[in-house]
Each structure stands twice: as C-alpha cells, then as structure tokens.
C-alpha cells in the first residue's frame, strides 16, 4: 500500500478537512480512517477479482484516484449532508464502492438515529 502524503504542515488554518473536525485527533481520526478504506477496498478487488487484478491496479494514480474520492465524499457528508464525523467515515467505504462499481452513490438522509449496522454489508 502507498503513503498517502499530506504536504502542509498538520495544524495549518487550511489544512484539508481541520475545519471540519473539532481538534487534531479528530483530523488525525479522519486521516486514518481515509487510509482504512483505501486499504480495504484494494483488499475488496483482490478477495473479488483476483490478487492479480488488485496488484496490477493498485497504482500510484489509482491510489491518488480513490483517495480523492474519499475526501470528496467525506467534504459532502460533512458539509452538505451534515453528517457527524464518525457516520461520515463509516458511510467513506460505500462511497467509494458505489462509484468504483460505476454507480452514483446517493447518501441516507441525515434525519434521526443512526446505527453504524445499517451500513455493515454493504460495502
């Protein structure tokens, strides 16, 4: 898996996403979990379409592709959907399977309870 590098130093007023999080464990929260997904949905091709396949797309550009995707998607759980931070990240991966897959992935709504076991299986 390659490094995802974040060229700003952590803490700065325009840092991607630290307006969106309430302190640095957060962002860091955020980061991590970015990664996660990244990492299961190269593990999700390999378990589906052959370790072969996932090795030969598992490049810097898809990487970068996919990583972009998520923080996309996590800018618009947040900001337009206004999701809390934690059914943001847990909705990231069925994000980025919905459109990997060619699909448009359209977000529940963000009106009442929320269990993260709605959201498990699906991705």
């Known amino acids: ?3 995802i590098i974040v060229p700003k130093v952590f803490g700065q007023e325009k840092y991607p996403f630290l307006e ?5 464990a ?3 929260k955020v980061c991590c979990a970015i990664c996660a997904a ?13 370790k072969g396949f996932a090795e030969k797309i598992e ?3 898809e990487v970068r592709r996919r990583t972009n995707i998520l923080c996309k998607w996590f800018g618009i759980l947040r900001n337009e959907c206004s999701y809390s931070t934690s059914r943001a990240l847990d909705t990231l991966p069925l ?7 060619g699909g448009d992935f ?16 699906e991705t």
């Open 38 to 50: 990244l990492e299961k949905s190269f593990q999700f091709d390999a378990k589906h379409m052959g």
């Open 59 to 61: 490049t810097q550009h």
């Open 1 to 3: 898996m390659a490094n």
């Open 95 to 101: 994000a980025l399977r919905t459109e990997l897959n």
């Open 20 to 24: 969106l999080c309430v302190d640095k």
């Open 106 to 121: 359209e977000p529940p709504k963000a009106e009442g309870s929320y269990s993260q076991a709605a959201l498990q299986g």
């Open 26 to 28: 957060q962002a860091y």
